[in-house]
């Protein structure tokens, strides 16, 4: 699933091109695009036309459309959801499974979805603005509400390992797998210590790193490792290059040199340095999948 970063490089390319716009109808295809709006795509596709598009907002990497009225449209993207601006006589991309026409005429807003696990949902905008079925998603660590202090009191509270706490969205949203372990080896900290072992200095220093890191994302365009994640005009982002930690199994540290390591973390692998990154006393590790 695309993390803050590549959900904010999308969210600025559709508020370029749909902010301000009316729709004027959308086309939906096969029944999984309108699985998540329980009334059903008929209903969906109603509501949706005429309406125009107040804002283009994110919360962590959940990406919503403001239609007005206390009304969102919740963009899901899923593992391999694009979100395209083409003129309205492009060829179809093989996996659409929605278009937005918009009264201007010009050009379309397209949802594309290889794996399908993304989609489209309406939901009701509680005093924020955030849709309610997100309500209990934490700020993220780079919108506004970010309250620094507050989070790691949180994070100190927590009796589980620090890449555990840093991937809850009800602690601090938008940081995934990726950034999590960047942040971690920007803060020479291994992901199974225990969030309540640590101080709030170093807390605070694992927060600020991904606060980094994911601002030089944001700066690259995201991280693309295939072409399933493009911003609105196709194009996929280059921060891949610069990760020192997630996906450099076997390849020497950047501040050291030893080779970073790959271990089994919930269902997927962790990235980090075995010198930089000591590992805490009694946990064992666990080979990469």
Known sequence: MPELPEVEVVRRGLAAHVLGRTVADVELRGPRVARRHLAGPQDLTDRLSGRRIDAVRRRGKYLWLDLGDSLGLILHLGMSGQLLVEEAGAPDEKHLHARFRFADGGPELRFVD???FGGLALADLDGRGIPATIAHI????LEADYDRAAVVRRVKAKDSAIKRVLLDQTVASGIGNIYADEALWRAQLHGERLASALTK??????LDAAAQVMHEALGAGGTSF?????NVNGASGYFDRSLAAYGQAGRPCRRCGTPIGREHFMNRSSFSCPRCQPRPRGVRASAGP
């Open 114 to 116: 290889q794996r399908t």
């Open 138 to 141: 934490a700020p993220d660590l």
């Open 201 to 206: 200095p170093r807390i605070g220093a694992v």
């Open 226 to 230: 295939d072409a399933l994640y493009v």
